[in-house]
C-alpha cells in the first residue's frame, strides 16, 4: 500500500464519521452546546471541514473550496472570511449556527473531493516537499497532512460525544 492510499483511507473515514455525526439531526440538536464553553456539532464540523480546507488548499496551492464555491456565503456567518476556528472563543463560537445538516455535509464533501482529488495525484517524493518554514523543523507535505488527518479525527471524536450527550438527554 502507498504512503497516499494510507492518507486517502483516513480521509474517507473522517467523511463517513463526519455524516454519523450529523445525520438525523436538526438544528436545535446541530447548534447545541453542552455548556456556556463548549462546543456545538456545527462548530465542530464546521471547523475541522475550514481547517482541512485551509490546510490542504495552501499546502496543494489551490484555492479554498469554503470562497471558490461561495460556501462562505451559503453559511452566512458573521465572521471574518478566511476564519477556521483556530482560538475562537466562546462569543465567536456561538456565531457558527446551521439551519441543517445539509450544509456542513454539503461544505464537507465539496473539501474531501478536493483534498481526494489532490492526494491522488501525490508521488512519494511529494510528501518531503516543505510546505511551512515557520516551523522547526520546516514541516513537510506528509507531515501536514497527517496533522490535519489527527486533527479532523479529534474534533469529529468530539462531535460524536456531544451527539451521544444530546441523545441521552433527550431520553
Do not use: C
Amino acid at each position: 500500500m502507498h504512503a497516499k492510499d494510507i492518507l486517502i483511507d483516513g480521509f474517507n473515514r473522517i467523511q463517513e464519521e463526519v455524516h454519523a455525526a450529523v445525520e438525523g439531526l436538526g438544528p436545535d440538536d446541530l447548534n447545541a452546546r453542552p455548556s456556556k464553553a463548549g462546543n456545538s456539532i456545527a462548530w465542530l464540523v464546521w471547523h475541522l471541514t475550514r481547517v482541512q480546507d485551509d490546510h490542504v488548499a495552501d499546502a496543494f496551492g489551490l484555492d479554498q473550496v469554503w470562497l471558490a464555491q461561495d460556501w462562505e456565503k451559503r453559511f452566512g456567518l458573521d465572521l471574518p472570511r478566511r476564519d477556521t476556528g483556530y482560538g475562537h472563543s466562546s462569543a465567536k463560537v456561538a456565531k457558527v449556527q446551521v439551519d441543517s445538516g445539509d450544509l456542513l455535509t454539503g461544505y464537507y464533501d465539496a473539501v474531501h473531493e478536493q483534498s481526494l482529488a489532490a492526494l491522488r495525484e501525490l508521488a512519494a517524493k511529494d510528501l518531503e516537499r516543505i510546505v511551512d518554514e515557520n516551523w522547526d523543523p520546516p514541516v513537510t507535505l506528509g507531515v501536514r497532512l497527517v496533522s490535519v488527518l489527527s486533527d479532523d479525527l479529534q474534533h469529529i471524536g468530539q462531535a460524536a460525544y456531544v451527539r451521544g450527550l444530546i441523545q441521552s438527554a433527550a431520553s
